[in-house]
């Protein structure tokens, strides 16, 4: 069992940053990564690490969201730069101990994932 936990979400201008941390209960799993669910869109999925701590980032938001894990507080973080009003959405990190990180982002995989935090909103505004 992996207790996932997110924070970090909030309301901010377009070209501003946040940076959202998911702390995990435990440090084990094959992918934990960061999924977005936009109203009336399929849920995205934005970036992962594998066991190794590999990242994989969807090109969709390359260049903008980036990964970093703090391995002794059991965290990973999202830093989303140059946000725009399409970002807004709610946020939630996914754990899962089969699938990899690529495919753990694969949109037709990602209602496989074993465990799944409880999200946090993302509104992005002017």
């Known amino acids: 069992q992996v207790h996932l936990v997110e924070s970090g979400g909030g309301s901010v201008q377009p070209g501003g940053s946040l940076r959202l941390s998911c702390e995990a209960s435990?440090?084990?799993?094959?992918?934990l990564g960061w999924f977005r669910q936009v109203p009336g869109k399929d849920r995205e999925g934005l970036a992962a690490?594998?066991?190794?701590?590999?990242?994989t980032v969807a090109e969709s938001v390359k260049g903008r969201f980036s990964l970093s894990q703090d391995v002794s507080k059991k965290t990973l973080y999202l830093q989303m730069n140059d946000l725009k009003p399409e970002d807004t959405g709610m946020y939630y990190c996914?754990?899962?101990?089969?699938?990899?990180?690529?495919?753990?982002?694969?949109?037709?995989?990602?209602?496989?994932?074993?465990?799944w935090g409880q999200g946090t909103q993302v509104t992005v505004s002017s």
């Open positions: 996914a754990a899962d101990l089969v699938l990899s990180a690529p495919q753990a982002l694969d949109v037709t995989r990602s209602d496989l994932l074993d465990y």
């Open positions: 435990a440090w084990t799993f094959t992918a």
């Open positions: 690490i594998d066991t190794d701590g590999f990242p």
